[in-house]
């Protein structure tokens, strides 16, 4: 949900920007560069020569906040992206959907899925610690890891994914493995991987950051705008991960990923310089499952951004950032509306989305608890939007609205 006064965003080239402007959002991962505060003033000299090197093409600025730019200057207006956006999706949504029932309920997993999360964690903490030690690296444990997460996800896609955005700023790095994880094996078996690779692609994500443990927690955990040396230093961390891999005789889809899982469609990520036509699939896999799973996570530095917002977000970095196809392949997995989306019905009614069992991703079942008209609590009830007359309006951002998702889903 974007609070500003309706047509007062404008997406301008970052050739065009200049003091006064207010950011409203950089276009590009959080990750990609140090500007860690996405919204802001820009009234400071320095700000405005490291926005212009740091490798972003596209900024959004809010007019009603801070300077317009001038009416020659080529710009996008926010509903005229919207709508852009909305088709680009809908277009997901046409394609036939193949894998839209689940052989067990949510919540039948749910408590399953709980148990092999909280091993997962463990053992990756266990894992990680041995790194940060210096010691060998097992990949025998972090193999039943990804055969656990596997089962799992085969019996229910959304239960293990749902408990995977639960995380804590301390245990980030630790339980963003577990999820890379998880997204990585369910996008694998999205695009009909199987076997031996499907299992590496799972290992893959568990082990992708594994070169963080190389660099200091006063780094990796801090909660301000990183120095240019903090950021060259995080920036070595796919290198760092490689080589303590490598050691451990992981396989080339393991070794792969970690080095290139910051790696971009359009040749601007890092370590680089590589281009889009030489990424692997799981290289371009493993894109998109990070930044969806960074972005949807609370940080040290930020909030975490509602799941359907993060979905559009991304879909609007297609040009440049991730594979088209991967991507949409991904928004099949995760819903245009995930698991855990606090959304709005035409009637005036707000829930939460419950499971993606429809067989279009716009018409998930919602268990609806709050009327917006009335701005009163109501019976809760299970609503399959495929079967009624009503539909989704917009998603909403629950922490908004004072609205604890967990609790509503009953996944706290
Ligand atoms: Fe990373």
Redesign the pocket.
Known sequence: MVKHVPGTLKKISVRNVRLGMFIHDLCGSW?DHPFWKTRFLLDDPRELKRLKSCGIQEIWIDTAKGLDASPSVPAVSLEAEEREVESLLREVVREEEENACAPCAFHEELERARAVHARAKQAVLSMFQDARMGQALQIGDAMSVVDDITQSLSRNTTAFLTLARLKSKDDYTYLHSVAVCAFMTALGMQLGLTGETLRSAGLAGLL??I??MTIPDSVLKKPGTLSEEEFALVKT??RR?WEILKQAHADDIVLDVCLN??ERMDGRGYPGPVSGEELSIFARMVAVC?VYDALTSDRCYRRASPPAETVRKMAEWLNGHFDQRIFFAFVKVVGIYPTGTLVRLTSGRLGIVTEQTARNLLLPIVKVFFSANADAPIAPELVDLSAVQDAIVSSEDSAQWGFDWTALLGVA
């Open positions: 990750m992708h950051d070169g963080k961390h796919p991960g899982h910051h990070d």
